[in-house]
């Protein structure tokens, strides 16, 4: 069956609202011989003559009748899934939203996050979901609606991607480790034993990178796959935990940080999400309530942790 006109519905509900072939043709902004040729097609397509004249005016047949009603639904309905999105009511919005991310963001983020979302839009929940790769299939099938990660050259291109901030490693152990006293070098660093957090199993990271390049090596005495794990160890241990500053802030808060003995590459974590929820606009909001949450926290003095200069 051949796909029928959808147009010839906007042009049925115009004639018969307006009872006229030169004033539906005026409202369309439509020549009369067009309209015309249009009501043919619409006599043609529905097997009746749907306005007859009476006189010099039109009048609609009974079929006509009783399809006004419903054409005129039709359109409107049709016209308001083709207009741009009206402005978001928070106070009603009623949806949840799944964020994938790693150990520390919920810590330093998540309370004020949820407190936003409770002022702002009652009825929007947040499911925090720890993220355990970097597969991006959850994004693009919807199970996920927004990851937070650092932007790698494996990152699909096609993912839309927004800088939340940067950070750096610093380096933490127990309070009455041996580095949380004195001098801390480059020699002390590198002879101590670390825990090398790797949520991908993986021996070696960014760090081990760009320690190798300088033609230094730790001591790697174990392996976790979050931060949260590497500072726990820490704490009733000699290990040495190298982890991202600003996302651990509240994880550390009891431990002994200090900076790093050598210089070592800047992170930058980001929010990651699929092309089509782009233009959604509850998720366009949720995205910049996260922003500005994270801009807030940040901006906030660091008096959980002293960052020790080495």
């Not at 949260?228 to 704490?235: C, E, M, P």
Request: net charge positive; proline share 6%.
């Amino acid at each position: 069956m051949s796909t029928p006109d959808l147009n010839l519905l906007i042009t049925l509900d115009a004639l018969l609202a307006e009872g006229s072939v030169a004033r539906a043709a005026q409202r369309l902004h439509l020549s009369p011989s067009a309209m015309s040729r249009a009501l043919a097609r619409l006599r043609t397509t529905t097997g009746d003559p749907l306005l007859v004249r009476a006189g010099r005016c039109l009048v609609p047949t009974p079929r006509a009748i009783e399809l006004r009603d419903q054409v005129r639904q039709l359109v409107q309905d049709a016209t308001a899934v083709l207009r741009p999105v009206e402005q978001l009511d928070l106070g009603h919005l009623v949806r949840t939203f799944t964020l994938r991310t790693s150990d520390g963001f919920v810590e330093n983020f998540g309370p004020a996050l949820i407190q936003r979302l409770a002022a702002e839009a009652p009825g929007v929940r947040v499911y925090f979901l720890q993220k355990l790769s970097k597969d991006s299939t959850p994004l693009r099938e919807g199970s996920v609606d927004l990851d937070t990660g650092v932007v790698e050259p494996g990152t699909s291109p096609q993912l839309h991607t927004r800088l939340l901030f940067e950070d750096r490693f610093v380096g933490v152990v127990r309070h009455g480790h041996p580095l949380s006293q004195g001098q801390i070098t480059v020699a002390r660093y590198m002879a101590g034993q670390h825990v090398l957090v790797s949520r991908r199993g993986l021996d070696t990271g960014l760090l081990d990178q760009t320690f190798n390049s300088q033609g230094l090596q730790r001591n790697i005495a174990t392996l976790v796959s979050g931060f949260a794990a590497a500072l726990a160890l820490t704490r009733d241990s000699q290990l040495i935990a190298t982890v991202p500053e600003r996302h651990t802030r509240h994880l550390r808060s009891d431990l002994f940080s200090f900076t790093l003995p050598l210089p070592t590459p800047a992170i930058g974590l980001s929010l990651i999400w699929h092309p089509r929820m782009d233009a959604d606009p509850a998720h366009r909001w949720l995205r910049g309530c996260i922003r500005e949450v994270c801009t807030q926290v940040l901006g906030q003095p660091d008096t959980l942790s002293k960052i020790v200069q080495a």
